[in-house]
């Protein structure tokens, strides 16, 4: 099984936990802390992956860090390193990140313009997109100045590209199409 799919079932396994324990903010917020401490400790992070290192000083050590805390949390990296999957601690997280905004129907999406959008513009875009989806939006603008103008959106993996380069891209690969060639000698010809 690969590393994401891994990761996606330890979410989801955490995730069902914390929400039968009414946890789930409490957990996504421990949870990340815990992690970007990780992230923050090359030696931390080099402890937790390193294959010479017992998993009972590994379990030890993770009790230590997390004395105090969240005891879901304090299980769940037990049985990472039970199950030799502590590699697989920050993908887990985004995962259960993931699963949590999904169940919150929080959508994120990016918006590319060839110029900062004034604030009343971000915020009718944001309510149309909302209405659009029926879900709670979270907008993060990116300005791109190689644009010649439109905007460009990114919802998950789903691109919708209105900008002036796309269009004229479009317009472009339509006119040297062999179709386009053919109809127009067809037409000469008539």
Known sequence: MSEGKVARVYAAALF???????????VRSDLGAFVDA???SPELRQFLVAEGVSDPLKKQVLLELTEGGDQLIRNFLRL???KSREGALAETFEAYVDLVEKAAGLVHVEVVSAVPLPHK????LKN???SSLAKTVELTMTVDEDMLGGLKLRIGGRVADASVRHRLEKLRESLISPMASMEGSVEAAS
């Open 121 to 124: 513009l971000q915020a009718a």
């Open 38 to 40: 990780v992230e923050a």
């Open 80 to 82: 990472l390193v039970d």
């Open 16 to 26: 069902q936990a914390a929400e039968e324990e009414g946890r789930v903010e409490a």
């Open 128 to 130: 149309k997109i909302e």
